[in-house]
Structures are given as structure tokens and as C-alpha cells.
């Protein structure tokens, strides 16, 4: 699996008390906890190449998959992902509902439309070769490689294209889908679009979209921006 390829969104203030207040509370503690728990992946998998370095090094100290599972799921919350939530059920469609959030700045509908981190850590992480060797990686810190050039995707892809009129026309994948249990990969797709009043042109607006039991989501925006 291509996760750097991939990929994930997590975005959601005022300053007036309202009844939103709480839910952005709630947000930002989410965010904070998945932070913590890439910021702990990766730590440990630093360390783990510095043990692996020094001699007679025997013993792999990273934590079994099974616990570095359920310390993210904790750190998540929530109850568990049994399918893709949202999304769209072709990936026709899923490009309408991305043109149309982008031509209107729909910053909400753009998160439900990609991966949420539950459903990175019950059904894609799970089936993913990032589970055993030799791409062995601890969840944390594949989410974290995932989101970072995804929020900054989507942030300048907004920047040029948000708020006025936004078309995409045709999608085309330079590869095969790469299947990796229920999943089915999309990657290295390009689109034409138009935005505003300039002419079509060909570019990379996303990164890869997964395809599970007939349900389509963004895995995250990453983008040519």
C-alpha cells in the first residue's frame, strides 16, 4: 500500500459561548490525542532505529501491532468503524460531491468525503502492509505521514480553486487499484478540471481513494499544490 501516496483529513472556534463550543472542545481534544499518539509512534519507532544499530542488538522493542492498535483507537475514541461512513458509492460521484465542496469553500462536507482516523485504524491499517515486516510501521506514525501533506493539500487547494465555479470532467489512474484485503487502492489519479473561467486542464486535486464494499472515500488530499 502506498500510503505516501495516501493519505487522511481531520480539520474542524469563536470566541462567543455557544452551543458549538463544547463540540469544538470535544474536536480539538480528538486532534490533540491523535497528535500525541503519532508523536509517540514515531518516537518509538526513532528509537527502535538507534537500537537497531548498536551491536548485538536482538530484541525489536517496538510494541506488538496489537497494542499499538488499540493505544490509537483509545486515543480516537469513538465506536468502532464497521464500513465506510459518508463517502459516495462510485467514484463518479465522489468527484461531483468534491467539486461541488470546493466551488462553495464546504470545508465539512470535504472531511466527511476523506477517511476518518477510526476508519484508518479499523479497516485500513489492519489490512495494510504496514502491519509486519519489512514495511512494519506503528499506526501513529503512518496516520501522521498521511495527514501532513494532506491538510496542506487541501488548504491550498482552496486557496486557488475555492468559492467560484469548480468543474471536474474526466479521472484517469496511471495504475492498476492495488487490493489489500476488502480495500481496493486507487492511486496516481489526475482529473480535468476547470475552475472558474479558465479552460480544462489535467492535474493531481487528491491523493488516493479507497474503495471498500461499494462505498468511495478520499484516503487524503494530497495534491500537486
Not at 452551543?19 to 500525541?36: E, L, N, P, V
Not at 489489500?180 to 478540471?193: D, P, Y
Request: proline letters at 6%; hydrophobic letters at 45%; a positive charge.
Amino acid at each position: 500500500m502506498r500510503f505516501a501516496a495516501l493519505p487522511l483529513l481531520l480539520l474542524l472556534g469563536a470566541c462567543a459561548p455557544s452551543a458549538s463550543d463544547g463540540a469544538g472542545a470535544i474536536a480539538t481534544g480528538t486532534r490533540d490525542s491523535i497528535a500525541a499518539a503519532a508523536r509517540d509512534s514515531l518516537a518509538r519507532a526513532r528509537q527502535d532505529s538507534i537500537n537497531r544499530a548498536q551491536p548485538g542488538y536482538i530484541v525489536d522493542s517496538i510494541l506488538p501491532v496489537e497494542e499499538e492498535v488499540r493505544r490509537f483507537r483509545a486515543a480516537v475514541g469513538g465506536e468502532p468503524a464497521a464500513r465506510l461512513q459518508h463517502g459516495a458509492t462510485s467514484r463518479a460521484q465522489l468527484l461531483e460531491l468534491f467539486a461541488a465542496a470546493v466551488a462553495t469553500r464546504d470545508t465539512l462536507a470535504l472531511h466527511r468525503l476523506a477517511v476518518s482516523p477510526r476508519e484508518f485504524i479499523d479497516l485500513i491499517y489492519p489490512e495494510s502492509p504496514y502491519t509486519r515486516p519489512p514495511y512494519r510501521q506503528a499506526p501513529g506514525l503512518v496516520w501522521s505521514q498521511m495527514q501532513l501533506p494532506s491538510e496542506t493539500g487541501l488548504r491550498r487547494l482552496l486557496e486557488r480553486h475555492g468559492g467560484r465555479a469548480f468543474r471536474v470532467a474526466r479521472l484517469a489512474c496511471a495504475v492498476p487499484p492495488e487490493v489489500q484485503g476488502a480495500n481496493r487502492l486507487h492511486a496516481k489519479c489526475t482529473v480535468r478540471f476547470a475552475s472558474g473561467e479558465e479552460a480544462l486542464r489535467e492535474g493531481q486535486l487528491f491523493g488516493t481513494i479507497i474503495e471498500r464494499q461499494g462505498r468511495f472515500k478520499f484516503v487524503s488530499y494530497a495534491n500537486m499544490y
